[in-house]
């Protein structure tokens, strides 16, 4: 079983993660957009950080509802108001339990995503996150370590899409052969995910 102090770590791990890559995400966003992701991230899970270690929520749903709204809050770009979402709603669909199992965590993602799509628009084959979280959690099923490959080969498979959505969607056929930054960065999220579980031996 998952417990508030797993999501905490998932966080912070992906804060980390983030932070070391940040230079990267910049420079795949400066391709197709504005070379901010990495640091829209960068500040988004410094503070999502800062935020669990001041308040300490106690239950999985509350560690990522704080979160979702941290990004909200300090993310400029749209990736914030996207993740953000993404998180707050997977952390509504915890619920208040005070541990969950896997199969409620990919439920729960699922409706994170679900929410990510309502709200941006985009499908799979847009060449958004879109396109490393559905794969990732449709792999959830299967464990940790699946879902981390099919979100990287997810991230991967956008390079030779065009973008449909966000700011890529306007160069056109221009956006072709480059990953896309959300894509990788969702990736990131879904490696730090992997890779608390197997710290705890999952
Ligand atoms: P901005 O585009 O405002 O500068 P960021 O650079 O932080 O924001 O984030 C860009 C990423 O956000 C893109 O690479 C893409 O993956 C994701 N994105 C943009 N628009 C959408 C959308 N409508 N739906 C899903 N993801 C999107
Ligand atoms: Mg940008």
Known sequence: M?????????????????????GRLTALDSAIGDADHGSNLQRGFTAVAAALAKEAPDTPGAVLTLAGRQLISTVGGASGPLYGTLLRRTGKALGDAAEVGEE????????????????GGAAPGDKTMIDALVPAVDALGSGFAAARTAAEEGARATTPLQARKGRASYLGERSVGHQDPGATSSALLIAALADTAEADGE
């Open 104 to 119: 409620q965590l990919a439920a729960a993602l699922r409706e994170g995503v679900d929410g990510v799509m309502k709200l």
């Open 2 to 22: 998952l417990d508030a102090d797993f999501f905490r770590r998932w966080m912070t791990t992906a804060a980390a993660s983030v932070d070391r890559e940040a």
